[in-house]
């Protein structure tokens, strides 16, 4: 566990930076309402606009109707142009109301419209009632993942606003079914790493499968798989496929290893990812042998540069009204995640000495025992070292040149770090908190994982929130650790679904008959 988990706050910080970004941008509008293009109001010419899937047009009631309401001379679609999903658009108009008419006020987002009532625009989605909200609310993402690293990008987003639709076999995600479980596909990973998801369960191997898949990317903004590339070729599903389809798409590919090197296609799991990327070998540097880090450490680091990777993807997207292809590789991931603080003097060419940063290689980097227990003291300044060597008795230390600067603390820090586990033994916990806190040096007591919980922090943040679902019963979610100043911080909007719960509700909204959508659930 040496020297890995700094960096992971500054990805979180990352999108912190993006999000905000991504959903200025979405709410900025754009000159020309007749195309799809960034989502938002743009007040100024009375219309909405939304990403790329969105039908975006103008109405009114004089020769005017036969132009868009931002000003844009290209003529309107034809009701028979519309794409199957949005093809139940037909707008009725009333004093300071617009409708759907087979759908109700439910099924569509109407935009302020003029006090002439010469213009109206309007966004629909197949029948989808824009209940979501977050600073991704109106985003769509097909979510073709598994296990751990994608679903849990793909959950991000949903906890964000975005509707992420999880497209899976009867069996094809075994994680669902690890144990504890209350309901088949429903085991405790499950309860939170797909939350805030809708499922269909699809053939993509059959014809009617295929096609709903189709339909489904044209009304997305976002595709997700982590899939081999072989394998979505072969399911007719590579980027081309659907960028036919849909222009716009951001389509994200997370894979083991970069497709131009001579693993790419390889089999990749969080396990051998953190051996081919060094992590492993870390624990040797203070004499042990090469061990793994008991959490899936490789497939949450890449899960976050998937979620900045398609939020970027889709601030593009919102600039030029153009799609994208973006290849997230684990290994990759991984390994420029070590080497940040770690390749240090290999760093320059020729290499200087010496490589890593010699402070996390020490055996005494790790908890103290304090005199009740267990207690992390960290003391980082010089004033930090100073304070604790006069209130453990030993002054003469603040003279003694190994410690007197940040450079020669870092060559002795065997030593340092020895002495900082022989004062802990002096004091309890609780004795070394206060202290700690008192002169500004970092102290934590060592909490089980188990028992986070009852950490009066954790609580008083709500970093645990209860939840009741409607087949699983009382559960708790992990909230994400971000939060936003407006109402639009990550929440949970809907429990994790069974598998294909959604897929009859989803083919309606892309507008399938029931005949279509019965052949569709009979050959999944």
Known sequence: HRGIYGIGASLHGLLLLVVPVASHVQKRGIECGHTSGIGGRNLGTECLVFFGPFVVTGLGTSASQQTGACGCSEPLPDRERLPRWASALLIRETAGDVAGEEGGE?????????????????????????????PLAGIRVVDLCTVVMAPMAARILGDLGADVVKVEGADSDFMRDFVPKKNPGMGGITMNLHRNKRSMMLDLKSEAGHRAMLDLVASSDVFMSNMRPAALERLNLAPDDLLAVQPELVYCGAVGFGSDGPYAGRAAYDDVIQSVSGMATMRSWSGEDPALVSSTIADKIAALHIVYAVLAGLVRKGATGKGDVIEVPMAEALASFNLVEHLNGHTFEPKLEPFSYQRLQTEHRRPQRSVDGWVHLLPYSTKNYFDIFVECGRPELVDDERFATVNSRVANINALYGLVHEFAGSKTTAEWMAFAKANSIPCMPVNELSELEND??????????????????????????????SDDSPTLRRHAPHVGQHTAEMLTELGWSPEDIATVTADS
């Open 106 to 134: 439910g099924d569509i987002e109407a935009g302020r419209t003029s006090t002439t009532l010469q213009h109206a625009c309007i966004a629909y989605r197949g029948g989808m009632s824009f209940e979501s909200t977050g």
């Open 456 to 485: 009066p922090h954790f609580a008083a943040v709500g970093l645990f929130e209860p939840a009741e679902h409607p087949t699983e019963g009382s559960y708790r979610v992990v909230k994400d650790p971000v939060s936003f100043a």
